[in-house]
């Protein structure tokens, strides 16, 4: 078996292109495991995985804890709501008491960018970013990674236009790295009080203007616009930004004639994103939740160490 460079996935910043290959690879594999009528393998039988969050989620704790299902893990989920974490137990003192149970890898989800960091310091389970603050979500960027590759067979050389929130969402921080490392060209589009200081440092063409940004592109990725950000004043109204950046039906006739509307979900129908584009033929976005899955098989398989004989 090939093996991944680190032991734990805490963000694509730095992982080399072949890792990312690897982990490609490996989930068309599981994917074919998903539309089997059984769908369980035995690879990860006797791993016992903590699905640790303490933020909300849908797709990510869904998606990671059938994945795990369907290789046969352990697993544990565990919630802030029901736990010792309401009496004021630190996320040290609470992963190392989880760890004392002899468990062997954790998928963690933290509002605290560089929470997942912390973990690989203090227990040695192999740690899984599921999104971490306004930093990463390693596995949102490879599903979406692996969605466009299955579509048009590789993304050297695709334009791919990031749509939304730079300066806040860890979506597409991971989404840069991957893409960018894979061969695609990043651009990023957003109001420029949602831009980072520095933002040229990510190597993207940067826009304010969504209809230049569209120009010529293969992918458009939407992002969730957090509608708290209105409330600090980064944004003047939904509206506002529905007129200057809402990728409505208008606005797709800049794009490739094959082109491919994403989003991370949960959507804001008619603020980022219109309800007729998101369910429009040219949109994968359930196709994203699905491919998930193998994505998050591939890479428990992966970073668990597990050879395939193991599992078998
Ligand atoms: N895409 C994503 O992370 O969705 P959830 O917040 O529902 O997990």
Redesign the pocket.
Known sequence: MSKLSSRHLLGLENVPRQDMELILDTSVTFREVIDRTIKRVPTLRGITVVNLFY???????I?FELAEKRLSADIVNFSTSTSSVKKGESLRDTVQNIEAMKIDMVVV?HGSSGAPYFLTQCMDANIIN??DGAHE?PT?ALLDMFTVREKYGSLDGLRVVLVGDIKHSR?IRSNIWGFKAMGASVALCGPSTLLPYEVEKFGCDVYTDIDEALDGADVVNVMRIQLERQKSGLFPSQREYTNLFGITKDRLKRLNKNYTIMH???MNRGVEISSEVADSKNSVILEQVTNGQAVRMAVLYLLSGRKEEEGS
């Not at 933020?55 to 704790?61: G, H, V």
């Open positions: 933020e909300a989620s849908t797709r990510t704790r998606s989800r599921g999104g979500h949102q979506v991370p979900g949960p």
